[in-house]
């Protein structure tokens, strides 16, 4: 709309908006024209994204497979005792062992088994489904009003635990203690004893109404190795220590009865009566064993008891060790677990004295590094047709980003079409692309020169090329026959890290041939994802500091500055048509004047 806005009075039937339009037509143009470059650019810039999403994929996630040895060198091994687990990584050695489970290791471990004996009889009789500790350890327990010294009405606890009566006792007094230990852990200043007081208060037993989940909670977060749980279901009660071994243990130590005054005289028997209504037996291995020696439960062995009267009473649960001979060494165990050559063993049982060491037998897994190879192949001939899918589009002729007048005369539909054809072609016989595709090729088609004896390159080993796009191709005979005679070859044609050499001056130089040729390809897609962000950037972000970036930013600022200049110019057109239509309107109004005097 014009500077008066109103139009036609003078009936000279001037379109002043159209005059306008006009008028701004050639400056449209240049704007027009300069929206479509930054769209272009954010086009490409996004193109340079997804090349590098696929190329960080293929580099971070599917090429590390084939650097790792337990890929490329696999190792099988066979056995056939029962007694152990054993599985061989890629540094263990083709050849046989002699192993025998000579001791089997536990964790300490304690489990009840007289389930919840609820003494708390205020009532008349105990809840029979109660899991709070003061229904579990107090016989009887109160709280009555009481003044203190300064006559304040205050809270007093008063009750029954075992054959002590208390009374008179605060809210904030202690409850309910024990010491908890997990045994011996060494460190830079020699050994120390772990531990941690598990306690709750009058308050928390009565108010909080502590229960046996919150028993195992808080010894769960006591910064020791032992580990507690209460099932529910069967009204189980447990403590575990995490670590195995004779040095890793669970001590208990009841609270020591404070004073001799009758409401002092309670702590270590509260405790006691607890952990004896528990009736908690070891368990090692799958069997339940009284605590004090190796006798069985079933066979008279004695449950973790405590006297907890006037003197604190201790009871350690150890855990035991382990011993796996391997080739006539044994090796002490805390887990069951031992590595030796290579091979991880694992024990599930002791075996007889008299029985003979088992046989271990290692041979390389071909099976699965052919397979490995395969997967190599199929992974490298997609990322190169991708690659060469993007650098040998062509961009459709007559197809540039759409204007918003265009948009606003088309279909929702047509759009995504004519997008789709402008947007071919963005990375065609790309720079950054082509030199990736270039050095892809090369390190799969030179050798490894680190590498001694014939089984020193991807050719060597049955991978070929074909084609004029270089695509693999796989040898499976010349494959095996490699691993069969050098079992380490296919291991060192991916993954050989040896990138210097002395030259004849005998200085040490760069030697990027002398790496594998995974190696190599992954060196490949880290320069090159650094030079797409140099190039675009890493994310959709255009303040990032990168070419394409400083191309968009200029852009925007220069159409910014544009438009305003734009709107300025629009509204001097107006402003320009309002004034002759101003005078239009005031010579037909002398007209009509002087037409109507002559009258």
Avoid: C
Wanted: proline fraction near 1%; hydrophobic fraction near 30%; avoid cysteine.
């Amino acid at each position: 709309m014009g500077v008066n806005g109103i139009y036609g009075l003078s009936g000279s039937g001037m379109d002043i908006e159209s005059l306008v339009k006009v008028g701004m037509m050639k400056k449209q143009n240049e704007y027009d024209k300069m929206a479509q470059k930054f769209t272009k650019n954010e086009w490409t810039k996004s193109a340079y994204l997804e090349l590098n999403n696929n190329v960080s994929t293929f580099n971070m996630t599917t090429l590390s497979q084939y650097k790792m040895s337990s890929n490329m060198n696999a190792k099988t091994v066979e056995y056939s005792s029962t007694a152990f687990k054993a599985v061989a990584n890629a540094s263990a050695g083709t050849m046989n062992h002699k192993v025998k489970v000579e001791e089997l290791g536990s964790n300490a471990y304690l489990l009840s088994t007289g389930g919840l004996k609820r003494v708390n009889t205020t009532s008349g009789t105990a809840d029979k489904t109660s899991i709070k500790l003061k229904d579990l350890v107090f016989n009887r327990l109160e709280t009555t009003d009481a003044t203190d010294s300064e006559g304040n009405t205050v809270k007093k606890v008063s009750g029954h635990v075992a054959s002590y009566d208390f009374s008179g006792l605060n809210m904030s007094d202690k409850a309910f203690s024990f010491t908890l230990s997990d045994g011996v852990t060494k460190n830079d200043n020699g050994t120390t004893l772990k531990q941690a007081e598990i306690s709750f208060t009058f308050d928390e037993v009565i108010n909080g109404e502590v229960t046996m989940n919150d028993l195992a909670s808080k010894i769960n977060n006591a910064g020791l190795n032992i580990r507690a749980s209460y099932d529910a279901v069967n009204e189980t009660f447990s403590l575990y220590n995490t670590k195995g071994g004779d040095e890793n243990n669970i001590k208990i130590t009841t609270a020591t009865n404070e004073g001799t005054s009758p409401e002092r005289n309670y702590f270590g028997t509260a405790t006691a009566q607890f952990f004896n209504n528990l009736s908690m037996y070891r368990s090692v291995n799958g069997e339940l064993y009284g605590v004090n020696g190796d006798t069985t439960k079933d066979a008279g062995g004695k449950a973790l008891t405590f006297s907890g009267q006037t003197s604190t009473s201790p009871s350690t649960i150890k855990g035991t060790s382990g011993s796996i001979r391997v080739d006539g060494v044994s090796y002490k165990t805390t887990d069951n677990k031992v590595t030796v050559g290579g091979i991880t063993y694992t024990a599930l049982e002791k075996m007889d004295e008299a029985a003979p060491s088992a046989n271990v037998s290692v041979t390389q897994d071909i099976d699965a590094i052919v397979d490995k190879v395969k997967s190599f192949v199929a992974d490298y001939n997609k990322l190169l047709s991708g690659l060469y899918e993007k650098y040998d589009e062509k961009p459709e002729s007559g197809y540039s980003p759409l204007t918003q007048s265009q948009k606003d005369a088309m279909k929702e539909e047509q759009i995504t079409k004519w997008e789709e054809k402008a947007k071919k072609g963005l990375l065609y016989h790309d720079q950054t692309l082509g030199k990736i595709i270039t050095e892809m090729r090369s390190a799969i088609n030179t050798p490894i020169d680190s590498i001694d004896g014939k089984y020193n390159s991807a050719y060597s080993i049955g991978i070929g090329t074909t084609g004029l796009k270089g695509q693999l191709t796989l040898d499976e005979d010349k494959l095996r026959k490699a691993l069969n005679e050098d079992p380490d070859s296919v291991y060192n044609v991916f993954a050989k890290l040896d990138n210097s050499k002395k030259d004849a001056s005998g200085n040490t130089v760069n030697n990027p041939d002398g790496n594998g040729i995974a190696q190599r390809i992954g060196d490949i897609l880290t320069t090159a994802q650094k030079n797409i962000k140099s190039r675009a950037g890493s994310s959709a972000d255009i303040t990032e500091d990168s070419d394409l970036n400083t191309l968009l930013r200029n852009l925007q600022t220069k159409m910014s500055n544009f438009k305003k200049m734009m709107n300025s110019f629009e509204d001097k057109l107006y402003s320009k048509y309002d004034k002759m239509e101003s005078m239009l309107a005031s010579l037909g109004t002398q007209l009509n004047f002087i037409m109507g005097g002559n009258q």
